[in-house]
């Protein structure tokens, strides 16, 4: 199902514990990198998944989704920064490995793979970035995506 409201992705972030980054980055500039940061400072075990390092942010970093699925298990959300070309083998391999989600971030959009994932019955987010929602989602952001300038230490239950 394609999750084309806010409560459905909130709720996707709020029930996933993993997070598989599929072209990650050890770049601190790439705004994959941050994201895996980000994730993994607010709860997340986040996985890179990228044949060129051996790690990112000082996690290790897996070549392929099958290599990270046999060391790990099946990640909850698989979240996509990849050339629209190369997504329709992605979404095959993410529907073999058992996924249950797929979002693929900002601009990295394939109508192919969306309807295979989709028709595959997974949790799709389409054009979103998975930080710039779970920050909208816990106060760190507006709606329209500015910051809120809400500070507070109190958590989110």
């Known amino acids: 199902?394609?999750?084309?409201?806010?409560?459905?992705?909130?709720?996707?972030?709020?029930?996933?514990?993993?997070?598989?980054?599929?072209?990650?980055s050890d770049n601190p500039a790439r705004p994959s990198y941050f994201v895996v940061r980000y994730l993994k400072t607010h709860g997340y075990v986040v996985w890179?998944?990228?044949?060129?390092?051996?790690?990112?942010?000082?996690?290790?970093?897996?070549?392929?989704?099958?290599?990270?699925?046999?060391?790990?298990?099946?990640?909850?959300i698989v979240d996509v920064f990849r050339r629209p070309d190369a997504l329709p083998a992605l979404v095959?391999?993410?529907?073999?490995?058992?996924?249950?989600?797929?979002?693929?971030?900002?601009?990295?959009?394939?109508?192919?793979?969306?309807e295979r994932a989709d028709q595959a019955n997974l949790d799709v987010v389409v054009?979103?970035?998975?930080?710039?929602?779970?920050?909208?989602f816990n106060r760190g952001l507006s709606m329209q995506g500015f910051d809120s300038g809400i500070i507070t230490a109190k958590r989110l239950v």
């Open 48 to 76: 890179p998944v990228n044949p060129s390092y051996s790690t990112v942010d000082g996690t290790q970093c897996y070549p392929s989704l099958g290599a990270l699925v046999s060391a790990h298990g099946v990640p909850d």
């Open 1 to 24: 199902m394609i999750l084309t409201s806010p409560v459905q992705r909130q709720q996707l972030l709020r029930r996933a514990k993993t997070v598989a980054v599929v072209g990650a």
């Open 92 to 114: 095959e391999e993410v529907i073999a490995a058992g996924v249950k989600a797929v979002w693929f971030q900002y601009g990295v959009v394939n109508a192919k793979a969306i």
């Open 127 to 136: 054009d979103r970035c998975m930080k710039v929602e779970h920050a909208r």
